[in-house]
Structure formats: structure tokens, C-alpha cells
């Protein structure tokens, strides 16, 4: 665990120094929303013996924070979501997310900033009596962090560095088949321009993974190294 504490203080000191303050500053746009539906089920836990029907109604909250300069572009969208089941309380669940970026174009220099979280639920089944599998509401957390930089040296010469953390948690996934696990990719990438239309690209990543079926990270790590080399054209 102490390289994964590692990286992920990496990814914070990227993160920070991706901002700029003029973030902060600048005026934002706020464009509010709410969506309202319905929807009829006829089988909402998918049983084949006794199927159950309901009527779903989804109500989301959100809304859209919006800043673009010259040179930074953030935006920022918090939003809640619930759908609540008329004849099956138990499936009834809420969900809050919050997506961030910010990027800053300077003249050979891009920084970037990308964080997603959300709480929400996930339907999975669990033995009932030891005879039969029901589906039950299982609370998630995930949190996403990727931080990167691009930085052109020449007109023809630029290299990409970004590190992506991926979190996912279940607050009680005992007797489920859901897992917790951990997965961290760095990439660096070189890129040689040779037309508009031709590009040369040879990447080194490294991904690391852990979960736990238990409901615990543990140290069991699965690493992956991956070279490659491509051309591309647009």
C-alpha cells in the first residue's frame, strides 16, 4: 500500500499545481436544472418464480457551472438523483455526483485537472434463506482523479504525462459478488508530428490494481507494464 499512498500523494501535488488562480477569480456562468419522469417496471428485481411490477419515479437536481477565459476553462456540475419504487420501497435509492475540470492552455504548456465522485447504489443479488438469490440496494462510493500535462518543446515534439486514480468502495457488500478495489495508471507518451495528418507515438504505461472481495483494499497488487509504439493519423 505504501506505493499506492505514493502515487496518490503524486497525483495531489499535480493537482494543485494544475490550478491556476484565476480559477478562482473569474466569473461563473450557472445554468440550474431538474428533469422529472416516470416509468412502469413490470419485474424490478428480475425474478423469474415471482415477478413483481412498479411504477419508478426519477426525479434529478443539478446544475452547471461554467468559467472560460483565454487561457483556463473549468466547469464544475453537481447533481442528485432519485428514484423512488411504488410497490418495492427497498429498491428505492438516491445517488449525488460532482464532476470537476479545469485545463489552462498557455503556449507550450496545457495542465489539466479532472475529479468525478459520485455516491450511488448498485443492485446485486445475495442467497435469501440459502434458497433462492434476491436483489437488494447495495451503497457505492467512487472517486476518480486524473491529473495531466501536455507540453509541446518544438513545433513538431510534445510529450504527455498523466496519472489516473480510480476508487471504488461498497459500504456493506458482505455475502454479495460486488468487490472494492483500487486502480492507479501512470502514462507517459512522446509524440513527433511529421504532417498535419501523420503522427508518430510511442507510450509508456503502468497500471496497477488491488480489490478485495471482503470490502477491504489489501495489498495484493497485480501489476501491468505495457510499451507500445503506433502511428496515427487524423
Not at 466547469?75 to 460532482?98: C, M, V
Not at 489552462?104 to 475529479?115: F, K, M, N, Q, Y
Amino acid at each position: 500500500m505504501n506505493r499506492i499512498k505514493g502515487l496518490n500523494a503524486y497525483a495531489l501535488v499535480l493537482a494543485v499545481a494544475c490550478l491556476d488562480s484565476s480559477v478562482f477569480a473569474a466569473e461563473w456562468q450557472i445554468d440550474p436544472y431538474m428533469k422529472a419522469t416516470a416509468r412502469f417496471d413490470d419485474n424490478v428485481r428480475f425474478s423469474v418464480l415471482d415477478a413483481k411490477s412498479s411504477t419508478v419515479g426519477v426525479i434529478e437536481l443539478g446544475a452547471d457551472f461554467k468559467n472560460e477565459s483565454e487561457v483556463v476553462k473549468t466547469e464544475l456540475s453537481p447533481r442528485i438523483h432519485y428514484s423512488g419504487y411504488a410497490s418495492d420501497g427497498d429498491l428505492s435509492n438516491d445517488a449525488q455526483f460532482l464532476d470537476f475540470s479545469t485545463r489552462s492552455v498557455g503556449e507550450r504548456s496545457t495542465p489539466s485537472l479532472d475529479i468525478n465522485l459520485s455516491r450511488d447504489s448498485a443492485l446485486d443479488s445475495i442467497a435469501d434463506a440459502g434458497v433462492s438469490n434476491v436483489l437488494v440496494n447495495e451503497q457505492r462510493n467512487r472517486w476518480t482523479v486524473k491529473p495531466a500535462w501536455h507540453y509541446r518543446f518544438t513545433e513538431q515534439d510534445a510529450l504527455d504525462l498523466s496519472l489516473k486514480v480510480d476508487s471504488l468502495s461498497y459500504e456493506d457488500a458482505a455475502g454479495t459478488s460486488l468487490v472494492d478495489y483500487v486502480n492507479q495508471t501512470a502514462q507517459l507518451s512522446y509524440i513527433r508530428s511529421f504532417t498535419e495528418i501523420n503522427d508518430f507515438e510511442i507510450r509508456f504505461s503502468q497500471t496497477e490494481y488491488e480489490s478485495d472481495p471482503n470490502g477491504a483494499v489489501n495489498s495484493d497488487k497485480t501489476p501491468k507494464e505495457k510499451v507500445s509504439a503506433d502511428t496515427t493519423g487524423v
